[in-house]
């Protein structure tokens, strides 16, 4: 049977963005305020950094218990035996990334809006990444905005997981819980605060604080 995940705080890593802190200072201070899962996104290195990267990661992450998910790249995912594997609407077919990745892996999909959502229902995704919610600077080539009502009008046509990115942060975190996201998916909210791991303990505060 597949493990259940819990993917209440969603930390996607980006190594531009850390503040000059390394990837394993990010994870561990992330992962001790408590980030439930974390994903490896590495848009600029080589395959060999990004195995030696994800392999050093899951060794970390492992031993806290929280699954790594790897971005874009089975291969790499299926090397180091991470947990699973994010993908978008323009990265490899979903079909073919689970029948890569077998049935036990977590898969992940990308959705920008309702029509992806209709389309996805015919897969078996673990979860969607839904968004950008916001308005980001994190990825130039995001989709436009959906905004809280995008993300309710979602919620009502699906039952899987949710987890909403694009600026979400501190101050937005409640009310991204309440419009439906099952969890937040976060780069510059933790990579980028001077404290990690007092911004992964606020972010993990507000999202249970909202659930009540
Ligand atoms: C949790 C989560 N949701 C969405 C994305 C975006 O994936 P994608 O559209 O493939 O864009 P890139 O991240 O590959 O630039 C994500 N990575 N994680
Ligand atoms: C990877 C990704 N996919 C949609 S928005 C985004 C970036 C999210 O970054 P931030 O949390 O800093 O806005
Ligand atoms: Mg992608």
């Given at each position: 049977m597949k493990k259940s995940i819990d993917y209440s705080l969603y930390l996607v890593t980006d190594r531009p963005l850390s503040?000059?802190?390394?990837l394993m200072e990010v994870m561990e201070k992330a992962a001790a305020g408590g980030t439930t899962i974390v994903q490896l996104r590495?848009?600029?290195?080589?395959s060999r950094t990004f195995v030696e990267l994800a392999r050093a990661a899951k060794k970390l992450l492992d031993a806290k218990g929280v699954p790594l998910i790897i971005n874009d790249r089975a291969d790499i995912a299926l090397a180091v035996g991470a947990a699973g594997l994010h993908i978008g609407q323009?990265?490899?077919?979903y079909q073919d990334a689970r029948r890569i990745m077998g049935p036990e892996a977590i898969v992940g999909l990308s959705v920008e809006n309702r029509d992806q959502v209709k389309e996805a229902a015919s897969l078996d995704a673990d979860y969607l990444g839904v968004g950008p919610i916001f308005a980001t600077?994190?990825?130039?080539?995001?989709?436009?905005a959906i905004g809280l009502e995008g993300l309710a009008e979602i919620r009502t046509i699906t039952k899987t997981p949710l987890i909403a990115i694009g600026s979400v942060n501190l101050s937005n975190a409640a009310e991204v819980i309440r419009a439906g996201a099952d969890g937040l998916a976060v780069v510059s909210a933790i990579?980028?605060?001077?404290?990690i791991e007092q911004a992964s303990r606020n972010l993990a505060a507000a999202i249970q604080k909202a659930r009540q």
């Amino acid at each position: 049977m597949k493990k259940s995940i819990d993917y209440s705080l969603y930390l996607v890593t980006d190594r531009p963005l850390s503040l000059g802190r390394s990837l394993m200072e990010v994870m561990e201070k992330a992962a001790a305020g408590g980030t439930t899962i974390v994903q490896l996104r590495e848009k600029e290195c080589d395959s060999r950094t990004f195995v030696e990267l994800a392999r050093a990661a899951k060794k970390l992450l492992d031993a806290k218990g929280v699954p790594l998910i790897i971005n874009d790249r089975a291969d790499i995912a299926l090397a180091v035996g991470a947990a699973g594997l994010h993908i978008g609407q323009t990265d490899m077919p979903y079909q073919d990334a689970r029948r890569i990745m077998g049935p036990e892996a977590i898969v992940g999909l990308s959705v920008e809006n309702r029509d992806q959502v209709k389309e996805a229902a015919s897969l078996d995704a673990d979860y969607l990444g839904v968004g950008p919610i916001f308005a980001t600077q994190t990825k130039p080539d995001a989709a436009p905005a959906i905004g809280l009502e995008g993300l309710a009008e979602i919620r009502t046509i699906t039952k899987t997981p949710l987890i909403a990115i694009g600026s979400v942060n501190l101050s937005n975190a409640a009310e991204v819980i309440r419009a439906g996201a099952d969890g937040l998916a976060v780069v510059s909210a933790i990579c980028s605060q001077p404290d990690i791991e007092q911004a992964s303990r606020n972010l993990a505060a507000a999202i249970q604080k909202a659930r009540q």
